[in-house]
């Protein structure tokens, strides 16, 4: 078994977030429950989250990701404010990925900002869990490798 299975370090954690405004949730619980069902510890925040909440939460939670739900069209400054407390609080190690109503012109952008991934309508929940546990404590595979 590998680490990304779970393995010695128990199954991989993730926090399923809805930060901002945006009331729906629907997809959020989709891949909640994708990733649940896939083997995964799941924390679904619910809606109306800050980036702090979501962080806060991520902290609390061990998280090894954090997956972001954007709907509203303020990806760009949510995922952006995620990932710098996440580098504040000296938690850059938990990977984060997003998903949402994301321009393709964005993508590049939430990717130099530090968002791992970005899965717009249509992915499949498959390829979703399979790149959680293919990204999932990337981090901690590389301190295992030291």
Do not use: C, N
């Not at 977030?17 to 009331?23: F, N, Q």
């Not at 891949?31 to 979501?54: C, F």
């Not at 303020?74 to 938690?91: D, I, Q, Y």
């Not at 012109?105 to 929940?125: H, N, Q, R, W, Y």
């Amino acid at each position: 078994m590998t680490v990304s299975e779970g393995g010695p370090l128990g199954p991989i954690r993730v926090v399923v977030a809805k930060p901002g405004l945006d009331g729906h949730d629907r997809g959020a619980k989709v891949i909640a429950r994708a990733l649940r069902d896939a083997g995964m510890e799941v924390v679904y925040t619910g809606l109306h989250q800050t980036p702090e909440q979501v962080v806060e939460t991520a902290i609390q939670e061990d998280a090894d990701v954090v997956g972001l739900s954007v709907l509203s069209g303020a990806h760009m400054t949510l995922f952006e404010r995620v990932v710098a407390l996440l580098k504040e609080r000296g938690a850059e190690d938990i990977t984060v990925f997003g998903g949402g109503i994301i321009p393709e012109d964005d993508i590049p952008l939430l990717k130099e900002m530090g968002v791992a991934a970005i899965f717009t309508p249509g992915a499949s929940t498959r390829d979703v869990v399979a790149w959680v546990r293919e990204h999932a404590r990337a981090g901690a595979d590389a301190g295992a490798d030291a």
